[in-house]
């Protein structure tokens, strides 16, 4: 079966360095056409230069990585140091990267491509605020039919907010642009906070992929002990939420998930409640179903998919 085509829309962050060595240890699955960079857990500079050491980390320096939007539709950038460190990657010490950054800007690699690949081919796979994609509907409104899919990592409903009480940190951030996404008319999978705090970063499992004894199993360990610190504070767990790679996982084994087709609506107006993903999960509402919404995840399927296909990465 050909490698289904996908765009990493990212804002590295540890656990979107994460997704994105699943994703390119996965070629067989997956064919990461471009890694589209935007402001988010640190300011964009951080973002695509992160994403560029994590490619090489990989082994892959010919992957096309693009920088996208520097700030929020309307709102003014929070970023997330506290979580991700100064430099948003802080942990293992990665060299600077010597792979180029693509001239073009991330919003036209977007448009770009979804015109010039058949209707239908191209999923979408967004790991930060949503800023990048809502720009390229509105710019090009004829692209929203021929993406066959977007897979997003943003929201909670159940568990509530991390960054506010009602809000997840990829929705807060850009909740205009959240709301454009989800008014897009897109077909939507979603990994909310409900999904992702059930894959926690646990000491048996940190090891399982220490033991893998590679360059990129040892700068994994050192990402995710400095990821862990803040929400193991936080929440009092073992390990901490590991939230992006749900994405990827969910493209190469989608039945580690379970939830339901919903209507979401954004919150924009509420100063209290600002990004919140209000999720339909009841049916309360006649409001249209807009999106698949994950609830539960086998977490040991997902570390056994994650630590079988880290090892593979050599570099
Ligand atoms: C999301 O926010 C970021 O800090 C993480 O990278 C993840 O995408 C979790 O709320
Ligand atoms: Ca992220």
Redesign the pocket.
């Known amino acids: 079966m050909a490698s289904r085509k996908i765009i990493i829309d990212?804002?590295?962050?540890?656990?979107?360095a994460l997704a994105i060595l699943l994703a390119l240890a996965s070629p067989e699955e997956l064919d990461v056409l471009g890694i589209t960079v935007v402001a988010?857990?640190v300011p964009l500079p951080w973002t695509q230069k992160n994403a560029r050491k994590i490619c090489e980390l990989a082994g892959k320096p010919g992957t096309r990585v693009f920088a996208g939007a520097d700030r929020p539709l309307i709102r003014p950038l929070v970023t997330?140091e506290h979580?991700?460190g100064r430099t948003g990657l802080d942990g293992p010490d990665l060299p600077e990267p010597t792979m180029p950054l693509q001239a073009q800007h991330a919003v036209d690699f977007i448009i770009d491509t979804l015109r010039s690949l058949p209707s239908g081919e191209v999923t979408l796979c967004t790991?930060?605020p949503l800023t990048n994609v809502a720009l390229a509907l509105q710019q090009a409104p004829d692209i929203a039919p021929r993406i066959r899919q977007i897979v997003m990592?943003?929201g909670?409903f159940f568990e509530g907010g991390?960054?506010t009480p009602a809000a997840?940190?990829?929705i807060y951030?850009d909740p205009h642009a959240a709301d454009v996404v989800f008014r897009s008319g897109v077909p939507l999978v979603v990994m909310p906070?409900d999904v992702?705090h059930q894959v926690l970063t646990t000491r048996k499992r940190v090891e399982a992929i220490g033991a893998l004894g590679t360059p990129v199993a040892r700068a994994v360990v050192e990402l995710l002990e400095f990821f862990e610190r803040f929400d193991e504070q936080k929440y009092g767990c073992d390990g901490g939420?590991l939230?992006?790679p749900c994405v990827i996982a969910y493209l190469l084994q989608p039945q580690l998930f379970q939830g339901r087709d919903c209507n979401v609506t954004i919150e924009t107006g509420s100063d209290l409640t600002l990004g919140m993903t209000v999720v339909d999960w009841w049916g309360v509402t006649s409001r249209p179903r807009n999106a698949t919404v994950m609830r539960y995840v086998d977490a040991d399927g997902f570390f056994n998919l994650l630590t079988a296909r880290l090892k593979t990465l050599c570099g």
């Open positions: 990212t804002d590295p962050g540890q656990d979107d988010g857990n997330a979580v991700h790991l930060g990592m943003g909670g991390n960054i997840e940190f990829n951030v906070l992702t939420p939230h992006d």
